[in-house]
């Protein structure tokens, strides 16, 4: 998939505090993407979703 970002520009963001429970993952890695996909079908009990996405999947 093209985005006409540079490999240099995809990056991979992970946002958490010590406080809450939460964890928000931005990234363009595609492979990433799969494999939380993949994990948070595999284990539905668990609180990973996927939230938001671009348009180009």
């Known amino acids: 998939m093209r ?11 992970i946002y958490f505090d010590e406080f809450g429970d939460l964890i928000e993952v931005q990234t363009h890695n595609t492979d ?15 609180a990973v979703r996927l939230t938001m996405t671009s348009k180009a999947g």
């Open 3 to 13: 985005t006409g970002l540079t490999k240099k520009q995809k990056t991979t963001t």
């Open 32 to 46: 990433l993407k799969k494999r939380l996909t993949a994990f948070s079908k595999k284990y539905p009990q668990s």
